[in-house]
């Protein structure tokens, strides 16, 4: 008997906790949607929701009070049929065509339409079909940093940022979830947004590893902290469950390939400063589309904190 609730309390939990994930009908189909594409394509994102924070934690986080939520962080994870999985920088900025809208920065797609018009964009600019979606706001995401013990990193280079309530200085340290939260935020670079996806990028990494290590994974302390907090901070697909996420969080850990999608470079739009897609842009992502090994020239994962 005992045996017996010993097998059944662990799958018990992970139903019970997986029913209470949020929600959202992300990769609903529609005419003409880009067929299934080798391996397995998460959409990552990250916005600027404060939905949950108290004044005194908006205070505390430097947050600011903006209403509604608007994407801060768009990533791809590409998982494979071979070889390493990949973190794939979407800049905000990218200026793409957004179905019913014409042309205008990626992030717009989210502005206007959620995350359904978001994941549509992507896929038809890309041609790289989404499988799995998530999205986290503000609210909770230092709650999974505190919840883990802190995430160790290790900067080149000491960063501050009064507007994202940053001061750090340089070399290997624990970061709490203020920290963490100031970090990925952070646009204080001569390149903004293109050295903060950098950023994003080694933080996410850094986060899954640490949340799928012994230290948590075996300390009931941390591991159920961390998974309650992951339950109320992400929104997932209709279609998506705590174990594709914790699938996700195994696959990403450690060492993933990590880059920034590729473009021509600034231009001025009807919305400020843009970035182009090109001749370069369209070849990372036809490797992507056919499961193939992007060229090392089509890669680029320096600057941010880690340049």
């Known amino acids: 008997m005992v045996l017996l609730l010993l097998l059944i309390t662990p799958v018990a ?9 949020h929600r959202v009908d992300a990769l609903s189909s529609y005419a003409g949607r880009v067929a299934d594409t080798p391996g397995t394509n998460w959409l990552i994102v990250g ?98 940093v505190e919840a883990v013990g802190g995430v160790e990193m290790c900067l080149d280079k000491p960063l501050r940022d009064p507007k994202a309530g940053l001061k750090l200085k340089a070399g290997c340290q624990t970061l709490n979830g203020a920290q963490a939260l100031g970090l990925v935020r952070t646009r204080a670079f001569p390149n ?22 012994p230290a948590v994974l075996l300390n009931p302390f941390r591991v159920f902290p961390f998974v309650s907090g992951a339950v109320d901070a992400v929104t997932v697909d209709t279609g998506d469950h705590l174990w594709n996420l914790a699938w996700l969080a195994f696959k990403i850990k450690g060492d993933p390939i990590t880059t920034t999608v590729p473009s021509d470079g600034d231009q001025a739009t009807d919305d400020g400063d ?14 992507i589309a056919r499961g193939q090994a992007v060229p090392e020239d089509l890669l680029s994962s320096g600057g941010g904190a880690f340049s």
């Open 13 to 21: 939990m992970l139903f019970y906790y997986d029913s209470k994930l």
């Open 47 to 144: 916005t600027d929701s404060r939905a949950g924070l108290t004044d005194q934690q908006k205070e505390n986080l430097a947050t600011g009070d903006a209403d509604g939520a608007r994407t801060d962080t768009i990533m791809m994870a590409h998982l494979p049929p071979s070889g390493k999985p990949m973190l794939i920088s979407i800049p905000r900025d990218l200026y793409v065509p957004i179905p019913g809208m014409g042309s205008h920065k990626i992030n717009a797609a989210f502005n206007n339409g959620g995350a359904k018009l978001l994941v549509q964009t992507v896929e038809e600019f890309s041609g790289v079909r989404i499988d799995h979606y998530v999205e986290i706001g503000f609210g909770g995401f230092d709650q999974l």
């Open 192 to 213: 903004a947004d293109l050295e903060r996806v950098v950023n994003q990028r080694k933080f996410l990494a850094a986060l899954m590893s640490r949340a799928t290590s």
């Open 274 to 287: 843009s970035l182009i897609p090109g001749t370069t842009t369209a070849q990372f992502f036809d490797h």
